[in-house]
């Protein structure tokens, strides 16, 4: 079965320091992956996607995601965190047999204290 | 900019009540989604639809309708309210392709009592 792993509920930087989301994922064939961002009482803005080619993938507002298909990871992350980075974050893969639905981790809240 | 606009943010609603959610997208895309979002359980796929009048369930459909009589408006129905279909409602909408992504509205909290 396809499915999505966020293992963190919670992480926590300090601003200015590296930050990484984790995420794992399980699909067969190729998978599509995605990262969504959720500000409070907003809807999801996306960050970025891997489909195919280079395994460093670059987003919106500076942040990048490493693609890792031994370890099936998708990992977000930034060189350094600020303070407005604070978000709900969601990995996510494409599912095969429903077009271009998604299937959800459960989120990451990121908290970045100044 | 893709616009994904839902009729209302908040909505309160009796148990026993028909609920009409309203999506509209304005960027001519095919595909369109309704998820449900709830703490600690990120989104669930209730309906998707991936052309006028079609429509395929997700993981969560019981309880829940959905209508697409327009390409770019997509409805979801709740026929009879229950307090455990509180939650956070989402549209999306999409194109076709495998590796396009989803754009999303402002979400509707909705409140059953």
């Known amino acids: 079965a396809q499915s999505v792993a966020q293992p963190e509920d919670q992480v926590n930087v300090a601003e200015g320091n590296p930050l990484t989301v984790k995420c794992t994922y399980s699909v067969s064939g190729n998978p599509y992956l995605f990262w969504y961002v959720q500000y409070p009482n907003r809807g999801l803005q996306f960050l970025l996607k891997?489909?195919?080619?280079?395994?460093l993938v670059k987003g919106s507002y500076g942040f990048e995601a490493e693609f890792n298909k031994s370890q099936t990871s998708f990992h977000l992350k930034k060189p350094s965190a600020l303070v407005s980075d604070s978000a709900l974050y969601f990995c996510a893969v494409r599912r095969y047999q429903a077009g271009t639905a998604l299937i959800f981790g459960k989120g990451t809240t990121l908290s970045v204290s100044s | 900019d893709v616009k994904v606009t839902q009729s209302s943010r908040y909505l309160v609603k009796r148990t026993g009540e028909k609920v009409f959610l309203e999506c509209v997208q304005d960027m001519d895309h095919e595909n369109m989604f309704w998820y449900r979002q709830d703490p600690g359980l990120g989104l669930r796929l209730i309906y998707f639809s991936y052309d006028v009048k079609m429509k395929e369930k997700g993981d969560i459909p019981e309880g829940y309708s959905v209508s697409r009589e327009k390409k770019e408006r997509f409805s979801l129905i709740l026929e009879s309210a229950s307090t455990n279909q509180t939650s956070m409602y989402l549209c999306?909408?999409?194109?076709?392709?495998?590796?396009?992504?989803?754009?999303f509205g402002p979400g509707t909290r909705l409140t059953v009592t």
């Open positions: 891997y489909i195919t080619g280079d395994n």
């Open positions: 999306a909408s999409s194109l076709q392709l495998g590796g396009d992504e989803q754009y």
